[in-house]
């Protein structure tokens, strides 16, 4: 039976070829997906879907693919890139709307997928029956293609981007996705039920009946089981070197360049910068940020900037101190334990660390704050010049440069002494 199997590699070549199984020594896409009298499906665009099935019990669109090309990631033009997380069970994917002056609802990925939005969360069951799986796709390079999982829309917020080529800033929309688990069909999943649901003759129920059984569950449940059927793999997760960073010859690896010559014989005052790049990467999440103060440059004992993490409102709200640490260290030098050990030790019960480097953190880093279960945020070097990149385009700046001198500027009237509790205050 042909099936997609979860983290194996798929050649995606021109011509297709659907009638071979095995190109390049790699498994066909669209072998795997081809099906006698049915329209190939493809990967041409981010977001893809076949015609609309008019099927015996109502009009029903079978599946659509989702495609999120890695190797594009981080580029000057737009540092907004897709999240993948197959292992922790969740994705965000940005829509396809590039244009200001354009409503993004209008455009034809981002009208498919909030159509489906209303299926995904509906109470109905009978809307559940006919909504769309989701299936995503990502590339690390052209003409392959990695099956990252079955997903389903939790959730779509629009939000601001920024693109010189096309005219400035526009509006696009921004989709949560949970990516459900296939442990019961040992991590594949069969294309006989998308071919099933692309089959006009047979009913939605009738099809589903092949569906695997996480999503069978969610068609019964509705969302309140999808936490309950998200994929996870209980494993560390670390980010490799290579992840953290970025080729020096990259739009990333430059502007991280830049970061570290700017600071360079001022070190300490780049904790304005790293204060407001957690803000940055925290907001980026949807959690509430209030940045707070920095600390003077003697005597901080592993303190460089506090801030604040809000969580709910009112009587369901919470206020967690964030205790920060900022290091401009070579970009080619891992980050040692015992910095990150300096702000773990500064944290009370209920208190949140965050470490800001312009390097990266070493496999032995990452067990440690795994295994030691330390609450702290790691912003590496590639990070960090993913939120430049963000924070510079969203306040017009033309450089790098222009934008750390205008973070430059304000660092002496954040310094504070301020004990970090007084950050729950106001």
């Known amino acids: 039976m042909k099936r997609f199997r979860m983290g194996e590699l798929y050649r995606y070549a021109r ?16 072998y795997v997906v081809a099906a006698p009298g049915q329209p190939t499906l493809q990967l041409e665009r981010g977001i893809n879907a076949p015609s609309a099935t008019r099927a015996v019990d109502g009009e029903r669109l079978a599946v659509i693919l989702l495609s999120s090309n890695e190797h594009k990631r981080g580029s000057a033009e737009n540092p907004w890139h897709d999240t993948l997380a197959p292992d922790e069970g969740f994705a965000r994917y940005f829509g396809d709307n590039k244009l200001p002056d354009v409503d993004p609802g209008t455009t034809l ?14 109470p109905d069951r009978a809307k559940r029956e006919r909504a769309a799986p989701i299936l995503l796709f990502r590339s690390s390079r052209k003409g392959f293609k990695e099956f990252a999982g079955l ?11 920024f693109s010189e080529k096309n005219g400035g800033f526009f509006t696009n929309y921004l989709f949560d996705l949970a990516i459900l688990s296939l ?9 006989f ?11 939605a129920v009738v099809a589903n009946e092949r569906a695997p059984k996480a999503w069978q569950q969610w068609v019964k449940y509705g969302s309140p089981e999808i936490e309950r059927i998200k994929r996870r793999v209980a494993r560390y997760h670390i980010v490799r070197r290579q992840d953290q960073v970025m080729p020096a010859s990259s739009t990333i690896g430059k ?32 959690a509430g940020y209030r940045r707070g103060w920095l600390t003077r440059g003697t005597g901080d004992g592993g303190l460089d900037f506090v801030g604040r993490i809000d969580i709910g409102e009112g009587t369901w709200g919470t206020k967690l101190v964030v205790l920060g640490q900022a290091k401009c260290e070579k970009v080619d030098t891992p980050t040692g334990g015992v910095h990150i050990a300096r702000t773990v030790a500064r944290l009370r019960r209920g208190w949140v660390g965050a470490y800001v480097t312009t390097s990266f953190f070493s496999e032995a880093v990452q067990r440690e704050v795994h295994d030691d279960q330390y609450p702290v945020l790691l912003l590496n070097g590639a990070s960090l010049a993913g939120e430049v990149a963000k924070m510079r385009l969203a306040g017009g700046f033309a450089t790098d440069q222009q934008f750390l001198e205008h973070v430059d500027t304000g660092y002496e009237d954040q310094v504070s002494s301020h004990r970090p509790e007084e950050v729950l205050w106001d």
């Open 15 to 30: 011509p297709t070829l659907p009638e071979e199984p095995v190109i390049d020594g790699l498994p066909n896409f669209h």
């Open 109 to 122: 990925g981002n009208r498919t997928l909030l159509r489906q939005f209303d299926l995904h969360t509906s």
């Open 151 to 161: 997903g389903l829309i939790t959730g779509a917020q629009r939000v601001t981007q």
């Open 183 to 191: 442990t019961e069909e040992d991590e594949s999943l069969a294309m």
């Open 193 to 203: 039920w998308i071919s099933s649901r692309r089959n006009s003759k047979l009913e």
């Open 255 to 286: 502007t991280l360049d830049t970061v570290y010559r700017f600071y360079e014989g001022k070190k300490h005052r780049f904790e304005a910068l790293a204060s407001l790049a957690c803000e940055s990467m925290v907001r980026g999440t949807g």
